[in-house]
């Protein structure tokens, strides 16, 4: 649980839900798959993108 998150939330049995709503919190397993796959996608753009930039460079010679 986010320490931000600890001041305006209760905690109902294995259930966090905010004062200000009755939504639950999001699952932390969540963002952090979002997370990796996130930097999975950034890892093979960049490396794409370099694959695409070295070939120019040997075209060109």
């Not at 009755?22 to 397993?29: D, I, L, S, V």
């Amino acid at each position: 649980m986010n320490i931000l998150d600890f001041n305006n939330a209760e905690c109902v049995g294995d259930g966090c839900y905010h004062n200000y709503g009755t939504a639950p919190k999001t699952n932390p397993y969540i963002i952090t798959i979002g997370i990796i796959f996130a930097c999975i996608c950034i890892t093979t753009l960049i490396i794409s993108i370099y694959k695409h930039i070295k070939h120019k460079d040997e075209e060109s010679k």
